[in-house]
C-alpha cells in the first residue's frame, strides 16, 4: 500500500532526479536498495521498527548506504527520510517513485507474484501478454510467493488477476462447503 507520505517523498525525489537528469540512474539504485531490503530481515526491522532513534536509524542507514556503494542523490534521500523518521515509508516510496517514473516513460507498472522465480523467457512473455492487454509498454516487478502453489497474481492499475492455484484451490473448498 503506498501512503501520501510515501507519494509526496516520491515526487520530491522524481523532481529532483529529473533536474539532474538521473532517473534512471535513481530507479536503477532504488532498486539496489529494495532488493537489499527484501534480502535482510535487520535491514526490515530497522526501517520498520520505532524503538530505533531517528540517529541510530540514520548512523546505521548512512553505514549501510556506504557500504553497498550507493552514494549522489539515492544516498543523501535515504539519510534525509530516516532523518526525519520516515524510513518506514521507504518501500512505499521506492514503488511511487517506480509508478511515477514509468508514467513519465509512457509505460504503465504492473506487480506480479508468482510462485516461483521466472526465468528470463518467461518475464519476456509476460511483458509481451501484458503490453497487449495495456496497449504499451509494461514495467514489471516481480517477487515471489511460494504459498501461491502455482500460478501468478498480476495487478495492473485498478485490475487484478489472479491465477493462482492457492485462489482456485480455496474457491473450489468454498463450493464444496456449500454443496455438503
Not at 44 to 58: G, K, M, N
Request: glycine letters at 6%; a positive charge.
Amino acid at each position: 500500500m503506498i501512503s501520501g507520505v510515501s507519494q509526496r517523498y516520491a515526487r520530491s525525489l522524481f523532481e529532483l532526479a529529473r533536474d539532474e537528469n538521473s532517473i534512471a540512474e535513481t530507479e536503477k539504485e532504488l532498486g539496489r536498495f529494495a532488493a537489499m531490503l527484501e534480502e535482510s530481515a535487520d535491514l526490515q526491522r530497522l526501517v520498520t521498527s520505532p524503538v530505533f532513534s531517528a540517529e541510530d536509524q540514520f548512523r546505521a542507514i548512512s553505514a549501510i548506504l556506504d557500504k553497498a556503494g550507493i552514494k549522489g542523490l539515492v544516498g543523501n534521500f535515504l539519510r534525509v527520510v530516516a532523518q526525519n523518521r520516515r524510513l518506514f515509508a521507504v518501500p512505499g516510496i521506492i514503488a511511487s517513485f517506480r509508478q511515477i517514473a514509468a508514467e513519465a516513460r509512457g509505460e504503465v507498472s504492473a506487480d506480479v507474484i508468482s510462485a516461483h522465480a521466472l526465468d528470463a523467457a518467461q518475464e519476456k512473455e509476460l511483458k509481451a501478454a501484458l503490453k497487449s492487454v495495456a496497449g504499451k509498454d509494461v514495467t514489471v516487478n516481480l517477487s515471489v510467493d511460494p504459498s501461491l502453489l502455482g500460478g501468478l497474481v498480476v495487478k495492473m492499475g485498478s485490475r487484478q488477476i489472479d491465477t493462482s492455484l492457492k485462489t482456485k484451490l480455496n474457491s473450489l473448498k468454498l463450493a464444496l462447503k456449500e454443496v455438503g
